[in-house]
């Protein structure tokens, strides 16, 4: 499994406005391509100090190869809409990939 790892940051003025374009409209545009292979995503917020708000997105494929069929041959490329743009300070320009060695299921005690 491969694991791509994006981060944004925001004022706390557009935090909530940043969360709901992603939560409501991004993540779920990407489910509804229905890409076989994507597995997902989770998105994390943290408040820094400086006054900032840090957002990151986990999505989970089963290769590169799927990565490249939801962004392109450039895969690292990060993915951020025009709506989403226009409320960040300032993101990542690439994404990092992981491949998944370890998961919690396999680090659980039995």
Do not use: C
Not at 32 to 49: F, S, T
């Amino acid at each position: 499994m491969i694991v791509r790892i994006w981060r944004g940051w925001t004022t706390p003025e557009n935090a909530d406005v940043y969360e709901s374009i992603v939560s409501t409209r991004v993540l779920p545009a990407i489910a509804e391509r229905k890409l076989a292979g994507y597995h997902g995503a989770y998105l994390l917020r943290r408040p820094l100090a400086g006054g900032e708000v840090e957002f990151s997105t986990i999505m989970l494929f089963d290769s590169v190869d799927v990565v490249r069929d939801f962004v392109g041959p450039d895969y690292e490329v990060a993915h951020v809409p025009a709506e989403a743009r226009a409320v960040l300070a300032r993101f990542d320009e690439r994404s990092a990939h992981y491949e998944t060695l370890l998961t919690p299921e396999a680090t659980r005690p039995v």
